[in-house]
């Protein structure tokens, strides 16, 4: 069916021309027949005169100029309007085709190198590709004027993303909050501002400061317009153009090692739970206190413990007593290879390496446990007496909880490992065809696009850049919003994760990969950087949006008014400086 409504819409573009609607006015006396001017052999018929409607003498010597020299294009307001949905829809199929591609590729060749190079650059490419062609069109004149529909564009899909979608996002992905957490599939509380909200896992908080730091450039950039200098601004746009491309570069390298690093904090968090497990069972069967009246870990007290442990009373803690130890720990439904959790005691206690732990490495392991679980609470936390060991209590919420905000799957499901593809040499065929009619699709119709915003401006006297901050990221970022919003909806910390992830990502390939391109046609052709009102506007909603996400990984329903609320002030900002300031 999308293929078929697609083809629909390409032979409608392709087979219709440009036409012009006309009226006849006759003079009272005449009584000549109405005609289109020719009579009988040729002669003019001077009684009748034709007009065309709604335009003046000037425009009517001055037709539209069709883009490639045969795209349909109109003058009027209206036909400008529907060129413009058409011209959007195609954009929006572009983006759908290239997501469809991309998630084929990723199901053959994993995470790293699709998630972190193509995914991000494919995802942002219908935004490059206008930006493209609104500095590329006709000579520098014309490139200078239209260059704001690409910076209303990057301006447009930064604000649309963090703003409108993030704050839908944590609408529909709601969840009870209990302690600061949100619980799965679980939403009993409504609309309480409070306690309902979202929880993602600390990647994301990484993904926001990424975002957060990704708008260095724009900095760079207006740094001579803050300083009212005028030398400047041609160097300031060559360096802010090395950084961005630089830090594409790393944030791509980041992205592609980041499952590797995903899996060693996890991992890690996994051997802190059980030494939490541990140490909190100890705690329970000890026959004495585990500190002493100093609050120092008591060795008297842990000697007995491994007497207890040791259960053929040979001295030694052989690897299947301390397999023993650990399958009869409940660890709350954490799934972890109790072999790799009985590989890592014995690292942390069998200094020896003879792949069992005496009693004197048992004490010594045991009292650096204790020690690190009292670092973890702090100066200002629990009481870590010998009597209320309160330490251990808040030392094992903390590990549950890191352990929880690290993104481990859900149930022991793994998304990325779900089977192996079943026929991946036609799938590999099947992403590569998809990307390339993306690919196409949204070349071909860029330019038409971004003439036709300039079209309408033109028409209705609305500044370019509003029209291209509104409508166009509606069309070159639907499909992600879409994506995002029906991840959210599943009502998981895991998807919520993924959610907020995405459109930190986005938004950082915006910064870096959008105003590169941006950068290089303003460089390359000589242009004039003068957007200090959309520069301004993007770096408030990133610096609120990610500063936020970046320091806590719970949502609550309230912060979605925050979100909703930086759109209409984005928009009136803009028009403020811009039109009573005259910023730009």
Same mark, same amino acid.
């Not at 391109?517 to 949006?545: D, K, P």
């Given at each position: 069916?999308?293929?078929?409504?697609?083809?629909?819409?390409?032979?409608?573009?392709?087979?219709?021309?440009?036409?012009?609607?006309?009226?006849?006015?006759?003079?009272?006396?005449?009584?000549?027949?109405?005609?289109?001017?020719?009579?009988?052999?040729?002669?003019?018929?001077?009684?009748?005169?034709?007009?065309?409607?709604?335009?003046?003498?000037?425009?009517?010597?001055?037709?539209?100029?069709?883009?490639?020299?045969?795209?349909?294009?109109?003058?009027?307001?209206? *036909?400008?309007?529907?060129?413009?949905?058409?011209? *959007?829809?195609?954009?929006?199929?572009?983006?759908?085709?290239?997501?469809?591609?991309?998630?084929?590729?990723?199901?053959?060749?994993?995470?790293?190198?699709?998630?972190?190079?193509?995914?991000?650059?494919?995802?942002?490419?219908?935004?490059?590709?206008?930006?493209?062609?609104?500095?590329?069109?006709?000579?520098?004149?014309?490139?200078?004027?239209?260059?704001?529909?690409?910076?209303?564009?990057?301006?447009?899909?930064?604000?649309?993303?963090?703003?409108?979608?993030?704050?839908?996002?944590?609408?529909?992905?709601?969840?009870?909050?209990?302690?600061?957490?949100?619980?799965?599939?679980?939403?009993?509380?409504?609309?309480?501002?409070?306690?309902?909200?979202?929880?993602?896992?600390?990647?994301?908080?990484?993904?926001?400061?990424?975002?957060?730091?990704?708008?260095?450039?724009? !900095?760079?950039?207006?740094?001579?317009?803050?300083?009212?200098?005028?030398?400047?601004? $041609?160097?300031?746009?060559?360096?802010?153009?090395?950084?961005?491309?630089?830090?594409?570069?790393?944030?791509?390298?980041?992205?592609?090692?980041?499952?590797?690093?995903?899996?060693?904090?996890?991992?890690?968090?996994?051997?802190?739970?059980?030494?939490?497990?541990?140490?909190? $069972?100890?705690?329970?069967?000890?026959?004495?206190?585990?500190?002493?009246?100093?609050?120092?870990?008591?060795?008297?007290?842990?000697?007995?413990?491994?007497?207890?442990?040791?259960?053929?009373?040979?001295?030694?803690?052989?690897?299947?007593?301390?397999?023993?130890?650990?399958?009869? !720990?409940?660890?709350?439904?954490?799934?972890?290879?109790?072999?790799?959790?009985?590989?890592?005691?014995?690292?942390?206690?069998?200094?020896?390496?003879?792949?069992?732990?005496?009693?004197?490495?048992?004490?010594?392991?045991?009292?650096?446990?204790?020690?690190?679980?009292?670092?973890?609470? *702090?100066?200002?936390?629990?009481?870590?007496?010998?009597?209320?060991?309160?330490?251990?209590?808040?030392?094992?919420?903390?590990?549950?909880?890191?352990?929880?905000?690290? *993104?481990?799957?859900?149930?022991?499901?793994?998304?990325?490992?779900?089977?192996?593809?079943?026929?991946?040499?036609?799938?590999?065929?099947?992403?590569?065809?998809?990307?390339?009619?993306?690919?196409?699709?949204?070349?071909?119709?860029?330019?038409?696009?971004?003439?036709?915003?300039?079209?309408?401006?033109?028409?209705?006297?609305?500044?370019?850049?509003?029209?291209?901050?509104?409508?166009?990221?509606?069309?070159?970022?639907?499909?992600?919003?879409?994506?995002?919003?029906?991840?959210?909806?599943?009502?998981? !910390?895991?998807?919520?994760?993924?959610?907020?992830?995405?459109?930190?990502?986005?938004?950082?390939?915006?910064?870096?990969?959008?105003?590169?391109?941006?950068?290089?046609?303003?460089?390359?052709?000589?242009?004039?950087?003068?957007?200090?009102?959309?520069?301004?506007?993007?770096?408030?909603?990133?610096?609120?949006?990610?500063?936020?996400?970046?320091?806590?990984?719970?949502?609550?329903?309230?912060?979605?008014?925050?979100?909703?609320?930086?759109?209409?002030?984005?928009?009136?900002?803009?028009? !403020?400086?811009?039109?009573?300031?005259?910023?730009?």
């Amino acid at each position: 069916m999308r293929f078929r409504s697609l083809l629909s819409l390409l032979f409608l573009l392709f087979f219709t021309s440009s036409a012009y609607a006309r009226f006849v006015s006759v003079r009272p006396s005449s009584t000549a027949l109405i005609s289109d001017g020719i009579n009988g052999g040729g002669s003019f018929v001077s009684g009748s005169v034709i007009k065309r409607v709604g335009v003046t003498a000037e425009e009517t010597e001055e037709a539209c100029e069709q883009t490639y020299g045969f795209m349909p294009c109109t003058k009027t307001a209206l *036909g400008n309007v529907f060129l413009i949905l058409v011209y *959007g829809f195609l954009m929006f199929t572009a983006a759908t085709y290239l997501s469809a591609g991309s998630e084929l590729l990723l199901e053959i060749l994993g995470p790293g190198i699709v998630g972190g190079l193509f995914l991000p650059m494919l995802g942002a490419l219908p935004d490059a590709m206008l930006i493209m062609v609104s500095g590329l069109s006709g000579d520098a004149a014309t490139a200078q004027t239209q260059v704001s529909v690409g910076m209303g564009l990057l301006a447009g899909s930064t604000v649309m993303l963090l703003t409108v979608i993030w704050g839908t996002c944590t609408v529909v992905g709601k969840c009870d909050l209990r302690d600061s957490i949100a619980v799965n599939n679980q939403d009993t509380k409504g609309f309480h501002l409070k306690d309902s909200g979202v929880t993602v896992d600390v990647w994301t908080s990484y993904a926001a400061r990424i975002m957060a730091i990704s708008v260095i450039p724009f !900095i760079i950039v207006q740094l001579p317009q803050m300083l009212d200098s005028t030398s400047g601004r $041609h160097l300031a746009v060559l360096v802010a153009l090395i950084l961005s491309v630089l830090m594409l570069i790393s944030y791509c390298v980041y992205q592609v090692f980041q499952p590797w690093i995903q899996r060693r904090r996890l991992a890690f968090a996994k051997h802190k739970h059980v030494i939490s497990g541990i140490l909190k $069972h100890l705690k329970q069967h000890a026959l004495g206190r585990l500190l002493d009246d100093e609050g120092q870990p008591d060795e008297h007290v842990i000697r007995k413990l491994f007497e207890t442990i040791d259960a053929n009373k040979d001295g030694h803690l052989s690897a299947a007593e301390l397999k023993a130890l650990i399958i009869g !720990i409940s660890f709350e439904d954490i799934d972890f290879d109790k072999d790799d959790a009985v590989g890592k005691v014995l690292q942390d206690f069998d200094k020896t390496l003879d792949a069992q732990v005496d009693q004197e490495e048992f004490v010594r392991g045991i009292k650096h446990w204790l020690i690190q679980a009292m670092g973890a609470a *702090g100066p200002s936390g629990p009481d870590a007496g010998p009597r209320t060991m309160k330490f251990l209590d808040h030392f094992h919420v903390q590990t549950k909880r890191e352990h929880a905000l690290l *993104g481990d799957n859900e149930n022991g499901e793994n998304d990325e490992e779900s089977g192996e593809v079943a026929d991946p040499k036609w799938i590999t065929i099947k992403a590569a065809l998809l990307l390339l009619l993306g690919a196409a699709i949204a070349a071909a119709f860029a330019d038409p696009l971004v003439d036709t915003v300039n079209n309408f401006s033109a028409a209705t006297g609305i500044p370019s850049f509003f029209i291209s901050f509104i409508a166009l990221p509606l069309a070159t970022n639907s499909s992600e919003a879409v994506s995002a919003i029906i991840f959210a909806s599943r009502k998981k !910390i895991r998807t919520a994760s993924l959610t907020f992830s995405e459109l930190c990502g986005g938004v950082t390939m915006n910064n870096i990969l959008c105003l590169s391109v941006f950068l290089a046609i303003v460089y390359l052709r000589g242009l004039t950087w003068n957007f200090s009102s959309e520069v301004l506007v993007i770096l408030i909603v990133c610096l609120v949006m990610g500063g936020f996400a970046s320091f806590r990984t719970t949502y609550p329903l309230w912060t979605c008014f925050i979100a909703y609320l930086l759109y209409p002030f984005s928009l009136g900002l803009v028009y !403020i400086l811009d039109y009573w300031f005259g910023w730009s």
